[in-house]
């Protein structure tokens, strides 16, 4: 099962003084040499926070490959930037497994519906999102012979099976 994310990861000062020293954020920022071990010590509390399961499928995140740092709002790149205001955000970043994470899905699709740049609590999103959304309240479950069913019961449910495929096989 899908569980709604409820807390997020906390920084010490030192590792906060490295992402507040890089302000304003520029494309590529999170590949930056200078934010890696700040990178894996957002990957470690997000694990356990999420239980090692995936943001937006619910499997474990290192069984099917590695797992990831998800951006929700796309932080895009150097020579595509998108949302890059946002890449450091605590409600932005989530860990997410190798098959909800592909190129074909989500890093292809806007899932911003409403923006407030100024304050990322303030945006709606066309999908789930993993620390807004109650999963209860756009999907439902049924039990098949051989699996589980997937089904929605509103858009950001609907959209969301769709881009991460969640009534696929691998699901």
Partial sequence: MIKQITSTYT???AEQAIIDALLPF????????????????????LLDIQSHNCCYCGLKVNEGGRAEIEHIANKGG?????YVEFVFTQKNLANICQFCNSS????QVDVMLNIDLANYD????????????????HYTWSKGKFKILISSTSD????????????????
């Fill in 26 to 45: 520029t494309p590529g920022i999170w590949n930056d040499g200078r934010v890696a071990a700040v990178k894996d010590e957002i990957h470690k509390q």
């Fill in 122 to 137: 303030n945006c709606t999103f066309k999908i789930v999102h993993p620390y807004f959304d109650n999963p209860d309240q």
């Fill in 11 to 13: 920084l010490k000062r």
């Fill in 156 to 171: 950001e449910g609907k959209k969301s099976i769709k881009l991460f495929g969640l009534d696929s096989e691998a699901h």
């Fill in 104 to 107: 074909s899905k989500k890093g």
């Fill in 78 to 82: 150097k020579k595509k930037p998108a």
